[in-house]
């Protein structure tokens, strides 16, 4: 941890070598972190390319499952190139098991399926977009402040099915409860009715980095609309398949879910209600 910290001070005061890389962030499952080469350099995390901004930053993520090992090559300006190993910590997550719950819970009927497909469909396509404004390198803030009443990478076992694990955080606020944007980003995803999450908002916060708001009462930006960080988005609510008002929010770098809790600072006080 130590040697890590010293990486991140000279992240932020000194120029990088022509040969040497920086990280800031968690190299873990369910981690996120931004990388500092030299301007100019192109990277290739897991085999796809990132978008390396001018001062040379881009960002890496590692999925809940992820493997031990991660793979970041790197061709410099003159030509060079460089291929590095990085170790990914590995993390236990929460399992829970419920068993006698009626079947129509646990598997929907097909024309709900194929619903739930095409939703689906549309929110992995705003995901992939890899906006050029680098908004993310500024840091995220909370989108909104409350109880945390669901942690990223928990898992249920219904009737003896594996369901998808969470890969949000529920944090617990009244209906109409103000939501803001967590950074600087473009609107590319605003539906009032999804199946699961309700009221649903993505925003792009560039190099591919978005995070999604869910279960939304309202939302109050529109697709394409640039919004600024601490910005009202929405408000919370109970849409879709919630069990009582909350904000389920997320973070991704394309397909790669991330864990919200390791990209925020320390949640402020909650206030009283």
């Known amino acids: 941890m130590k040697r890590l910290l010293v990486a991140l001070a000279l992240l932020a005061a000194a120029p990088v070598a022509a040969d040497e890389i920086e990280i800031k962030g968690e190299i873990a499952q369910g981690g996120f972190a ?8 192109r990277a290739v995390f897991e085999g796809r390319e990132m978008r390396v901004s001018a ?3 881009f960002p890496i993520a590692f999925g809940r499952d992820a493997g ?13 190139r460089a291929r590095r190993a990085l170790d990914v910590k590995p993390r236990q997550f929460d399992i829970q098991r419920i068993d006698g719950l009626p079947e129509a819970m646990v598997t929907p009927d097909p024309a709900l ?14 995901r992939r977009i890899d906006g050029a404004e680098p908004f993310y390198l500024q840091g ?3 989108p909104v402040v409350g109880r945390i009443s669901g942690v990223y990478g928990s898992q249920r076992i219904l009737n003896g099915q594996s369901r998808q694990p969470h890969f949000g955080i529920d944090i617990a606020v009244p209906t109409g409860t103000p939501v803001v944007a967590s950074a600087d980003a473009v609107v590319t995803f605003a539906d009032p009715d999804i199946y699961f999450t309700g009221g649903t ?13 869910s279960h939304l009462s309202r939302i109050d930006v529109v697709v394409g609309q640039r919004v600024r960080q601490g910005e009202t988005v929405g408000a919370a609510g109970a849409t879709g398949r919630a069990t009582g008002p909350h904000l389920d929010w997320r973070v991704n770098l394309f397909d790669i879910r991330v864990d919200p809790m390791l990209v925020l600072p320390p949640m402020p006080a909650v206030p009283a209600r």
């Open 201 to 213: 908002l993505i925003l792009d916060h560039g190099s591919g980095v978005s995070s999604t708001y």
């Open 34 to 41: 931004v990388v500092r080469a030299e301007p100019g350099t």
């Open 140 to 142: 995220f803030v909370w």
């Open 55 to 57: 001062d040379g930053r």
């Open 68 to 80: 031990r090992q991660a793979t970041l090559e790197l061709i410099f300006p003159d030509g060079r």
């Open 113 to 126: 399926l194929e619903r739930i497909r095409a939703e689906n469909a549309r929110i992995a396509e705003a």
